[in-house]
């Protein structure tokens, strides 16, 4: 795989995790008191989407591919 080809999976991983982030994030906070497994399971995909982006995009910034 060229240089070129990882960069742009990359950019796609860190878009995908970040807007995981934002709209699981955003499930969690908004889900009804009664609803924890709703809201545990929202939180734990926006951690994942957090993880996601935050490793892309430094890879991306530091130029590791």
Known sequence: ???????????NGNVLGWSA???F?????TAPAEATVQ?????????????LG???WLR???GEV
């Open 39 to 51: 809201m545990v399971g929202a939180a734990v995909l926006a951690f994942m989407g957090l993880l």
């Open 21 to 23: 982030f934002w709209v």
């Open 60 to 62: 991306l910034m530091r």
């Open 25 to 29: 994030g955003f499930l969690a906070l």
């Open 54 to 56: 935050v490793w892309c």
């Open 1 to 11: 795989m060229s240089r070129k080809t990882a960069l742009k999976w990359i950019a």
